[in-house]
Structures are given as structure tokens and as C-alpha cells.
């Protein structure tokens, strides 16, 4: 028997789930700037998921000795001692639970570790600064990404745990010896190889150290676990799982995902790497521009009088190239944004749509604007003042507020300004199928000391804005309906170049045109490919600013780019960002986050390997030549990836088609073997979809099965049955079964998570090949999962997880119970389905939240009530039913109590405000009822009444154990939308501050606080 992995039985999910938080916010060097792609999954859960697939537990009977060495030796040296020795008590919960200091909980610490600050004001009920969350020492932490101390610790962690596994007889002193010299070789090799002048010239000595530098990554890679994704998407997986040291592998179907792969996990580690020229190279190669770009500060290189030093190759080729293709393309098409009486340059054109009033004797050209600021800040508000005269529409800029302007276009319904009859939504979109809508140039943006500043255009910049250019390149390929939400077909925008001005299609093209001179002057070898790549990426990020379906943003000035969110919706008024300038959107914006992201990405000595194809292909690894794979697959049809990546594809294509003849083989993105469940390939048909979706997945994780000897990861972040149970059932089907599974939060969310239309947290299981055996009785599996949930909605409750997610999280659980048995049968003989099963365990968890919310029967009818009906009328019959059923209480009773109102025969739950009426002391004291008490809180609330909100909580709930919270959790995560569920939210989220004010002051005074 081999030991369990740490990922089946331990995880730190707090800590993962708090670095996982703020990787959302991290900018500068993060993989997400390289290139856009869709629901990336934070780098820290990717990192800690990799490395807990792949060590044992070491508290396991079976762990092999020389891997509990390895975390005796290395989780114990001193700077071990200062950080990996496990917490005194567990900080995040209430009750102060002693940690004991093993093996196991060390090798949590290692993975992430509140640090002591942070621990201190928890404790205190104290926020700390997201970067100051994690111990300097915890492996998740962002900045610790190229720590050599941390990643060698986990790397030879790693190490062992393969090599032990398979030489069980080996000792950690071989083993540690064996890692030191295998890893020592290659940064000796690196040091020979990037030390060489002119090593860019191919000269036999450059070959051999080229050949050694391999040689030696190649030999540790050897004895390293090989770790493989088969939806690898942005490459946030294999990122992770090369700089853990392991042979890393990923696929992806779609082209763009391939190129942004190989742009953030193979290139950097391959070519991001040091280089010294002569002097005479390198002013042969850079010329007076590259003596310009050594001398800045800011790119670290260094000349010592005969030799140039550039501390990153590629990020530097890069920057030069780019700035070259700007340079020329500024040469060609700059005086398409012609400058100001003052010389200033526009950073930004605002355009509205128009279409004609339908009033015959009218006919005004109406820009559809929805309304008329410019700017809507707290400070600062400009807007545009319609000037009215006949049917001539112009406008004034003004300042101030535009509050008692009604906008012109209601959802595509336009008022007219100039007669004032309204032209339907129909009228307009039956304008735009015939010729589509004019675009009209409103207002010019630019850039000062004081902020943006907003101008009308002058006539140069209407007649520049309106000329006409032949187009070379025109992206024609249809645009697939969007299934995200949001549609631009009923409006006639059909075609990828609909999606841009003409003078947008110029600029663009211009652009290509210079950057495929430029390259074709390269040597023709595989480093020129890869630096034209990323001048490739380099205009698809620009472009996501370069349309004209990007907005502003009123109250933060700024552009939209075009994928604000997963689908194009039909937009009336417009930015269009003149991306020669230098503002944010712009290109040279955009090179700052590529070169940002080399720099920060090459010291990894990994790069991964990635395939272009559908994942399922049975011969691609070994029977268990894998060690582990990871993998976050799609959820179900959230993201239509084929459909929308076509934006960039059309273009790519167009680029890099002869670099890449197979990947740009086809006219658009491959669609049919896609892994979703999306109806409109599917004649609309949701069934169809489902099946399609399940089993592809089942095939997938089939040849994964055959392939991997241990450990099967799998992320997944929706909430619904439906999509849960295809991604079970494709998990069973693949002969594996669930043996952990962890909730993280891993979005960034408020202080509140009652949003239930999206998880914030993302569940990853851990599977294994499994055998199942023998029959079961669904009312014996049925006991065996409510205990199940009930200790997992009390164990995540515990650890902040709410509503939604608390009861998604107990999925994975429920179905490992089932994956035991080849089939579990009703009473009457029938099959039970996945989808059964998880039904039941949504209502176990659901009636385990139920029966650990405190209070007496009459609250207890209160929150089940509301878990089942909501706040709607119900008929008698319903009542009397659950009370009969339920909880032991009178109907009358809870009628004279006025937690139930009726009205004929019909009745609902009282609100807050129904409940107390004009009472003024129920809900007082602590022997009232619960829901009472809670409710009078939330009145108080309502009313703005500080001093009794604060008193209330320093009788009734002081600490934040006390049950009241609790109520409130439970009420935020299941009272509708309304004046009650606001109530709850407002106090939620000041409650860690009304505790703390209590504790300060003893009598509560007015306006101690400020909501
Ligand atoms: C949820 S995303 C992965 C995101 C990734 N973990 C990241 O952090 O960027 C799922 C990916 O699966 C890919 N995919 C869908 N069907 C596939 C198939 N049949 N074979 C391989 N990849 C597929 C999609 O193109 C998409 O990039
Ligand atoms: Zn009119």
C-alpha cells in the first residue's frame, strides 16, 4: 500500500484561499498581463494544489521514512524553526484549538502560514494588509515565486517523495545527496552558457554548452515526477508545475490558449535569460536606438567598455522590436490624430451611434446616449449639454451636474430630442441591419497635469475621423452568437471586422505590415519566433482597447476594454483609444505589461511543454507515466472559449500563420470538440449539450486514468447540480473515485459572500483510480452521506464558507461515498443517478445549516421556512404540512407571534418589520426569540439608531460565536433581494467593528459609529 497524498487528507485552505484572494489584484510580473484568457485560476491554488498532489502525508503508516526526513530535515532547520513550526492555536476559529507541532502540519505551514501580525489581529478582529497575510516563508506567496531558499526546499521535497515511492529502501541521506548534485549541476551550466560572449552567433563551443545546459536539466527532470493539464487555458498550471521542478505538460484545443502558453510557461524559462554581446555586435545588431535603451536605468544593463551585459534577452528584444514597429507605424499614421491648437495630443476619441428619428417629418440623426457625463467622479463632473436647434443636434461641454438630463436611448428605444417621439428598439435595429449605424465623433479626450480633460472635436479631428481607407487585411469571419449574454447579431454587427472603425482597421493594419517587415529581417530560426510572438500578443492586447465596442468609465475615466466581460453585448457610445499615445490601452502601455511579465517569469530554468489538441488522446503519455495531473476543466457553458478567442484568432492567424502553419490551419477556432455544454452547436438542443460535455470529460479523464499513477486534481468553480453531476459521472465513468475535496475562495469578493448567482470559492477534488464493488441501498448511502455533510457544513462553516459554496463544497464528499459501490439502488430496484445523489446532498446540507442555526422551535420554523419557500405566499395547507412535519409548533402560536402573517388563506413569513410592528421590546433580551432578537438588530440598523444597534450586540452578541451571528449568516444567504437582506448585509459587514466597539466602550454613545 502506498501512503495517501497530502491533498487526500490535509490542505491549508484558509491560507491558500487568502494568498488566492489578492493574486486577483496583483498586477505588475502576473501571468494574467501577459495575454487575456478567461476564469484563470489564481497561482497559489495552482502552486499548492501541484505540490500537495505530489508529497505524501507524513503522518500516513505507509510515508515512506526517508520523506519524513526530508520534512524533519528541511522544515526544520532554522529558518525552518522560525517559520514552519505550527500555529499555537488555529487562528481563524473561534475556539482556541492547540496545533500539534508534527510532520504533517509542517508541511502545511510550508505550503502558506498566516504570519504572526496577521495571526495577532485576528485575534483582535483586525484586518491586515493582503500582502501582509502569509509568512515570509509560506511557498504560496507571490513573493516568493523565484525565492531560490524556498523553491529549492520544495523542489527537494518533491524529490524525495518521487525517488522514495519508487526506491522505498533509498535514504534521505542518498537521496538528499543525489538531489544536490543533479540540481547544483545546472546552475553551473546556466552560469557557462550565459557567461560566453556573442553567444547568439552558433559557434561550436556555444553548442556545447548549450548541449550541457540541456544535458543537466534534462538529467534532474529525469528523476522529478512528470505533472500534466489537460485544459491547460492561460498556463497558470503548468506555470506552477515547472517551478515546483517537475516535467511539466499541457494541453490546450485552442490556438490563442496555445500561444499564450507557450508565451507564459516555455518561452520566459527558455529564453528570458542573460546575455553579454561585444561591443561591436552589439551596436551592429542595435545600432544607435540599443545604445539609447543600455544606457537607461531602468532595464539593469551594464557595459564595462568591451562588452554589453543584458540581464533578460528576450524581454529586451522584445521592448527593442516593439518600439522599432511604433516608431514606424507612428511615421505612417500619427496624423490620423491630429494634435490640438496647444500642440496636445488626444489620448482618446468619445463616439456615439446614431440613428434617425422615425418621425417622417423629423428625421433627426439622434446619437443614442444613455445619458450625458463625461465624467462622474466624486470630485470631478463634466458632461455634455445638448444644444437643440430644429433637427441639428450639437452639444456644449460643461461642468457640474447632469442629473436633469434624461439620456436620448432607452435599451435601443430612442427618444427624440429635437420633436420628442419615440423611435422602438425594432425601428432601430431594423436601420442598422439595412446599413448599420452611423458613428458620430462627440468629444476628444486628453491627457493633462490635471487629470483628463474633455474637448469638442475641432474640424480637423471630425474630418481625419471620418475619412475613408481601403482596408488589405479585413477579418470576415462570422462572429458565433454569444452565448455569454449580450449580442451584437440583431444589430448587424456580424462579422469580426464589424467590431472596428475604419480607421481602427487601418491603423491596425499598418501595424501588422511594419511588424512582418521587421521580422522577415530576422534570422529564420526558433529565437526570432518566439520574439514574434510576443510582438503578435503585444498588438492582441492593444486591441482589446482598439474597438469600437470599448467603453468609458464615467466615474473612474478610464477605457473598458472590449472583454469587460465574457461576451460582446451591442454598445451605442464608444472610446477609441488612439493606441499610438502612451495612456493606459495604448501599445506602448501594453509593452510595459509584457516586458513587466518576462522579467518576472524567466528565472525559472523549466519551461513546460505544450500541445495544440484535444486532450483524450490515449498514446500521448505511457500507461502511468505521469506522476499527477491537475487540471481546472471548463464549467459546463459559463465561457464560450472558441466562440469569444476568435477575436484574437482572426488576427493571429493572420500573422503568425507561417511560424505556426498547424495551429492557424483553420479558418476560426476549432469548435465541435470543444469540451462545453453549450446548446447553439447542439440545434439548441440542452440535452444534447450535456451529453456532449459529459462525454468528452469522461474520455478525457479516461486516458488521464490510464496515464497518471497517483494523484487527479481537478478544479471546478460552478455551483449548479446539473454541472456537478456531469463532472462526477464523468469522473466515476473514468474508473476514478473522489478521495479529497477542498473549497478555496479564490475571487474576489466583498466582505459579504451572499451573492448567490456565482461561486466565490472553487472546489478542487482529488481523485484516484478506484475499483467499485458490490450493490448498495440508497437509504444506507443516504445515512452515511447526511453525517458526512453534516461534519463538512460544520467544519467549512467554521472556516468562513457560506450559502452557496458551503453546500457546492460538499459535493466532492457525497460522492466518494457512492464511487465505492458499482450501483446503488432505491428500495423499489431502481438505479440511483448522480444527479439523485447530489440532490440528496444539497438537502442534507441545506437541512444541516438548518439544524445548527440556534434558536427555539419557533425561530428553527423560521429559518426552514424561509430555506423552502422564501419569503412567498403559501397556501394553509403548506403550513400546517411543515409544522406537522418539521418542527413542533403551533400554527396559532406563530400567528400570534407574527412570524407568520396571514391573509385568507394564504400566508407568508414576516419581514423584520412585520414581525415587531409597533413592539418595542421584543427581541430585547437574550430570552427572547432568536429571530427576534436578530430582527430587532437589523430594525435598529434600518433606523440608523447607533447607540441601540450597539447595545444590542454588547447584550446579546458580544463575541463572534455568539449565535446570533450565525442567524445573520444564515438569513444573508437566503433572504431574497429586499429592505431585510440589506439589513443583514450593512451589519455583516461592520460586524467585526461593532464587536470591537463594544469592547472599547462601555456604554454606547451616539455616533460612535459610521456605516
Ligand atoms: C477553465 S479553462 C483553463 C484555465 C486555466 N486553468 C488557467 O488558469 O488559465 C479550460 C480550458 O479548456 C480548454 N478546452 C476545452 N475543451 C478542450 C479539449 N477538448 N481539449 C483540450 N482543451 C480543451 C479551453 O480552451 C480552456 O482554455
Ligand atoms: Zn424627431
Keep these: 500500500m ?42 497559489p491554488v495552482c502552486r499548492a494544489i501541484v505540490f500537495a498532489s505530489l508529497v505524501p502525508d507524513p503522518l500516513d503508516d505507509n510515508c515512506p521514512e526517508a520523506f519524513k526526513y526530508a520534512v524533519e530535515m528541511l522544515l526544520n532547520t532554522e529558518l525552518g ?16 484549538d492547540e496545533m500539534e507541532d508534527n510532520h504533517r502540519n509542517r508541511l502545511m505551514m510550508f505550503i502558506g502560514k498566516f504570519s504572526e501580525k496577521c495571526q495577532e489581529n485576528m485575534k483582535a478582529c483586525k484586518s491586515t494588509p493582503p500582502k501582509e497575510q502569509l509568512d515570509e516563508g509560506s511557498l504560496i506567496k507571490w513573493e516568493n515565486k523565484n525565492n531560490p531558499k524556498i523553491l529549492r526546499i520544495a523542489r527537494e521535497l518533491i524529490f524525495v517523495a518521487y525517488q522514495s515511492d519508487k526506491r522505498p529502501d533509498a535514504t534521505w541521506e542518498e537521496l538528499h545527496a543525489e538531489f544536490d548534485k543533479l540540481y547544483d549541476a545546472i546552475p553551473k551550466a546556466e552560469t557557462a552558457l550565459y557567461e560566453l560572449k556573442d553567444r547568439h552567433i552558433e559557434t561550436d563551443k556555444v553548442k556545447q554548452l548549450e548541449t550541457e545546459l540541456q544535458t543537466a536539466i534534462e538529467a534532474f527532470q529525469n528523476e522529478m515526477p512528470s505533472v500534466f493539464d489537460p485544459f491547460a487555458g492561460g498556463g497558470a498550471i503548468p506555470l506552477e508545475a515547472a517551478r515546483l521542478g517537475c516535467r511539466s505538460y499541457g494541453n490546450d484545443i485552442n490556438p490563442v490558449a496555445h500561444i499564450i502558453e507557450r508565451g507564459s510557461a516555455e518561452f520566459p524559462q527558455k529564453y528570458g535569460k542573460p546575455i553579454v554581446y561585444s561591443k561591436e555586435e552589439f551596436e551592429k545588431l542595435y545600432g544607435e536606438e540599443g545604445i539609447k535603451m543600455a544606457q537607461e536605468d531602468e532595464r539593469g544593463i551594464t557595459f564595462d567598455g568591451k562588452a554589453y551585459h543584458i540581464p533578460n534577452r528576450l524581454a529586451f528584444d522584445v521592448e527593442f522590436y516593439a518600439k522599432k514597429i511604433l516608431a514606424e507605424t507612428e511615421k505612417e499614421v500619427g496624423y490620423l490624430y491630429p494634435a490640438d491648437e496647444k500642440g496636445n495630443k488626444p489620448v482618446a476619441y468619445y463616439w456615439a451611434r446614431t440613428a434617425k428619428c422615425s418621425n417622417p417629418s423629423c428625421g433627426a440623426e439622434v446619437p443614442l446616449l444613455k445619458q450625458f457625463y463625461l465624467a462622474n467622479t466624486k ?79 475641432n474640424s480637423d479631428q471630425i474630418e481625419d475621423s471620418k475619412k475613408y481607407y481601403d482596408i488589405k487585411y479585413l477579418p470576415k469571419e462570422e462572429m458565433a452568437r454569444n452565448s455569454g449574454g449580450g449580442d451584437t447579431h440583431p444589430w448587424g454587427y456580424t462579422k469580426w471586422c464589424d467590431l472596428f472603425t475604419n480607421r481602427q482597421l487601418h491603423v491596425i493594419n499598418v501595424l501588422i505590415e511594419k511588424l512582418q517587415a521587421l521580422t522577415k529581417q530576422l534570422p ?39 472583454f469587460a466581460r465574457q461576451a460582446i453585448p451591442m454598445i451605442f457610445d464608444f472610446v477609441e483609444a488612439n493606441t499610438i499615445s502612451g495612456t493606459t490601452g495604448s501599445l506602448s502601455n501594453m ?139 464523468s469522473i466515476l465513468g473514468a474508473r476514478m473515485n473522489i478521495t479529497g475535496s477542498w473549497p478555496m475562495d479564490t475571487e474576489m469578493m466583498g466582505a459579504l459572500k451572499t451573492d448567490k448567482a456565482f461561486l466565490e470559492s472553487s472546489v478542487t477534488v482529488s481523485c484516484r483510480p478506484s475499483e467499485r464493488k458490490g450493490f448498495a441501498d440508497f437509504d444506507e448511502v443516504k445515512h452515511d452521506i447526511r453525517q458526512l455533510v453534516k461534519a463538512e457544513v460544520e467544519k467549512l462553516y467554521g472556516l468562513g464558507f457560506r450559502g452557496a459554496d458551503l453546500i457546492t463544497a460538499c459535493f466532492g464528499q457525497a460522492v466518494s461515498v457512492f464511487g465505492h459501490f458499482k450501483l446503488v439502488e432505491t428500495a ?19 437541512q444541516s445549516q438548518v439544524d445548527n442555526v440556534p434558536g427555539e422551535p419557533q425561530s428553527k420554523f423560521y429559518y426552514g421556512w424561509l430555506q423552502m419557500n422564501g419569503m412567498k405566499e403559501s397556501s394553509f395547507d403548506d403550513v400546517n404540512k411543515y409544522t406537522r412535519v418539521g418542527v413542533n409548533v403551533e400554527i396559532r402560536q406563530l400567528r400570534q407571534d407574527r412570524l407568520l402573517i396571514t391573509d385568507g388563506n394564504m400566508q407568508h ?17 437574550p430570552s427572547d426569540y432568536m429571530i427576534s432578537q436578530v430582527h430587532r438588530m437589523m430594525m435598529a440598523y434600518r433606523m440608523g439608531n447607533q447607540v441601540q444597534l450597539l447595545k444590542l450586540v454588547r447584550d446579546l452578541c458580544p463575541q463572534s460565536d455568539a449565535p446570533q451571528w450565525r442567524v445573520l449568516d444564515f438569513l444573508g444567504g437566503h433572504l431574497p433581494e429586499g429592505k431585510d437582506l440589506n439589513d443583514v448585509k450593512g451589519i455583516l459587514a461592520s460586524a467585526e467593528m461593532l464587536r470591537q466597539k463594544c469592547k472599547e466602550t462601555a456604554v454606547p454613545t451616539e455616533g460612535a459609529l459610521d456605516f
Aim: proline share 4%; glycine share 4%; net charge neutral.
Design 379 to 457: 470630485k470631478k463632473k463634466v458632461y455634455l449639454n445638448p444644444l437643440i436647434n430644429g433637427t441639428d443636434i450639437q452639444f456644449e461641454i460643461k461642468k457640474g451636474s447632469c442629473e436633469h438630463l434624461m439620456g436620448w436611448n432607452k435599451r435601443g428605444n430612442i427618444t427624440c430630442p429635437c420633436c420628442g417621439s419615440v423611435t422602438s428598439v425594432d425601428k432601430v435595429k431594423e436601420q442598422s441591419l439595412n446599413h448599420r449605424l452611423n458613428e458620430r465623433l462627440i468629444a476628444v479626450i486628453y491627457d493633462s497635469d490635471h487629470g483628463k480633460e474633455y474637448k469638442l472635436p
Design 524 to 562: 529564420q530560426e526558433e529565437y526570432s519566433k518566439t520574439v514574434k510572438t510576443y510582438l503578435s500578443m503585444w498588438i492582441d492586447k492593444a486591441l482589446c482597447f482598439f474597438t469600437s465596442f470599448c467603453t468609458w468609465h464615467v466615474t473612474r475615466e478610464t477605457m473598458n476594454n472590449i
Design 81 to 96: 524553526k522560525l517559520h514552519y513550526k505550527p500555529y499555537k492555536d488555529i487562528p481563524y476559529t473561534s475556539i482556541v
Design 591 to 729: 509593452l510595459d505589461w509584457i516586458t513587466l511579465y518576462l522579467k518576472s517569469e524567466s528565472i525559472i530554468e523549466f519551461p513546460s511543454f505544450f500541445a495544440n489538441a484535444s486532450s483524450g488522446e490515449m498514446n500521448q503519455f505511457g500507461p502511468k507515466e505521469l506522476a499527477a495531473a491537475v487540471t481546472d476543466p471548463p464549467y459546463y457553458d459559463a465561457i464560450a472559449y472558441a466562440d469569444i478567442s476568435d477575436f484574437f484568432y482572426v488576427w493571429l492567424r493572420n500573422i503568425l500563420n507561417k511560424e505556426y502553419p498547424i495551429t492557424f490551419a483553420t479558418p476560426k477556432t476549432p469548435k465541435t470538440e470543444e469540451c462545453t455544454a453549450l446548446k447553439h452547436y447542439h440545434n439548441d438542443n440542452e440535452q444534447d449539450a450535456r451529453k456532449h460535455f459529459e462525454s468528452k470529460l469522461t474520455e478525457i479523464f479516461s486516458a488521464i486514468e490510464f496515464q497518471t499513477s497517483d494523484i487527479v486534481s481537478i478544479m471546478y468553480a460552478h455551483q449548479s447540480t446539473e454541472a456537478w453531476s456531469t463532472l462526477c459521472n
Design 2 to 43: 502506498k501512503a495517501k497524498k497530502l491533498i487526500e487528507v490535509a490542505l491549508p485552505i484558509k491560507e491558500i484561499s487568502a494568498e488566492s484572494v489578492r493574486d486577483k489584484s496583483i498586477r505588475h510580473g502576473h501571468i494574467s498581463t501577459l495575454h487575456l484568457w478567461w476564469a484563470r485560476r489564481p497561482l
Design 828 to 846: 423499489e430496484g431502481d438505479p440511483v443517478s448522480v444527479g439523485q445523489l447530489l440532490e440528496f446532498a444539497r438537502v442534507s446540507a441545506n
Design 909 to 925: 413569513l414576516a419581514t423584520a418589520e412585520e414581525h415587531l410592528g409597533n413592539n418595542t421590546t421584543w427581541g430585547t433580551q
